[in-house]
């Protein structure tokens, strides 16, 4: 059966422009965005992501620059960055330059869009820290693909609890119990999901073919409470598929000298990974005549019209089509 979807895009762009609370941290910042726009290359997603990463070599890394204010924001550093927070500015920027008019707002969008669970800053725990929450809510999205499974993956089952019983060791939960527990029940929902897959580091040189230049690659651990405890972006150099990630050793971004496989035989807590790819798409989710949702360019599937539906809402809350003011939006679904 076929329904019809009315959104009142208004209403949508206000709650938008309520909740990007942006902040960007320095007048630095600006100007290394402008300077990324100027010698980047447009192209699609996946192609875009490397450019981006290869643009960030040598930034520092460092730990926690989310977590130096006691309100949670959105931040934009482009100076220094750790692990995670290299891979979402590759992949925002990336998404950026696809958009016809890319600007600094286009990529904090984008950026709250990664960060944040459905794309909404409501409190520290709203942040998806875990990174197989971060896999699960951008699958959802439409923002990467988990192509693990496809590869040959097998099961992966996480469990964690790291960061509720080491809240301690984190500033912005060693005072606020209450966000401790909705730590928790996040960690819980984690732990009762059935849809993750993993190469183990065994498999990973029959695979490697598979694995593209572009594709985010999650190491897995064995870290008690831990899923994940780095990631990077895939990359073949000469040939060799390796990395490039913001790597604590070195102490910047760097492109690892060692292949993929090599360095997972030479970290023993790393037991495989999972490979993820960047969704490209058009900035309109719509068709130019009918006005009907664009189900292929928008990364919908037949037959799922809540899930369609639910990937138009959020990717709508941070594309900045709040120009259309109060019009409304028809779409319709299998």
């Not at 604590?248 to 090599?262: C, F, H, R, W, Y």
């Amino acid at each position: 059966m076929r329904t019809k979807i009315i959104v009142p895009i208004l209403t949508l762009a206000l709650i938008c422009s309520a909740n990007l609370l942006a902040r960007v941290s320095s007048d630095r910042d600006l100007e290394i965005f402008e300077e990324f726009l100027r010698s980047t290359p447009r192209s699609t997603v996946e192609n875009n992501i490397v450019h981006t990463a290869l643009f960030f070599l040598n930034t520092p890394y460092v730990a926690h620059t989310l977590d130096t204010s006691d309100i949670e924001a959105l931040t934009v550093n482009f100076r220094e960055t750790d692990c995670l927070i290299f891979v979402e500015n590759c992949l925002a920027l990336s998404r950026t330059l696809h958009r016809p008019h890319p600007d600094i707002d286009c990529f904090e969008r984008e950026l709250q869009l990664i960060r944040y669970r459905d794309g909404i800053i409501n409190g520290y725990a709203s942040r998806l820290h875990y990174t197989s929450d971060w896999i699960f809510d951008n699958v959802k999205k439409g923002v990467v693909e988990d192509i693990t499974h496809a590869l040959g993956g097998k099961k992966f089952k996480p469990d964690v609890f790291f960061m509720s019983k080491n809240y301690l060791k984190y500033k912005r939960l060693k005072n606020n119990p209450e966000t401790v527990k909705a730590i928790e029940t996040t960690e819980r929902e984690i732990n009762r999901r059935e849809c993750y897959y993993f190469i183990p580091k065994q498999e990973i040189n029959a695979r490697q073919a598979q694995i593209k230049t572009g594709d985010i690659v999650c190491f897995t651990s064995t870290v008690a409470g831990l899923d994940i405890a780095h990631l990077g972006i895939a990359y073949r150099d000469k040939g060799r598929l390796t990395f490039i990630h913001a790597s604590s050793t070195a102490g910047k971004v760097i492109v690892n000298p060692e292949s993929l496989v090599d360095y997972c035989n030479k970290i023993k807590s790393v037991t495989g990974v999972i490979v993820l790819h960047p969704c490209d798409f058009s900035f309109l989710p719509f068709n130019n005549i009918s006005g009907q949702i664009n189900h292929r360019r928008f990364g919908f599937r037949t037959g799922e019209s809540g899930k369609q539906f639910e990937r138009f809402r959020l990717h709508f809350l941070h594309s900045g089509l709040g120009v259309f003011n109060s019009a409304v939006c028809f779409g319709k679904f299998n």
